[in-house]
């Protein structure tokens, strides 16, 4: 979209991927550029935010197919939740155990 190619699905499949990574991290990426630099950064030198080392393979792979810079190779939504559901057990029973670390470290609610 920031190079004003042809806007399709797969725009919001990159975006997808960020958010699961904000999900898992607790963080916003790109904290250290503005706006126009993160832009700049992604599209002209592939710059991706760091997956943690301690993040499951399978959310780590989901996040790498869905930030890929050719946006053909990534994949459609369809198959992400195919993804998602295939690893639902692993991802369930983690989760339980370790909790995203938004989730432990900055609750959004009181409850």
């Not at 190619?5 to 250290?32: A, C, H």
């Not at 399978?58 to 939740?81: A, H, K």
Request: net charge neutral; charged share 20%; proline share 7%.
């Amino acid at each position: 979209m920031i190079q004003h190619r042809p806007y399709t699905q797969k725009v919001d499949v990159y975006s997808f991927g960020i958010v699961l990574w904000e999900l898992i991290t607790g963080m916003l990426p790109f904290q250290n550029m503005t706006a126009v630099q993160a832009a700049f950064a992604v599209v002209n030198k592939g710059v991706r935010p760091t997956i943690p080392n301690d993040c499951l393979p399978v959310l780590s792979q989901i996040m790498t197919l869905c930030w890929d810079g050719n946006p053909d190779v990534r994949p459609s939504f369809s198959d992400v939740v195919k993804m998602l559901e295939a690893a639902e057990t692993e991802i369930m029973t983690t989760v339980r155990k370790a909790r995203f670390r938004c989730c432990m470290s900055h609750p959004m609610t009181t409850d």
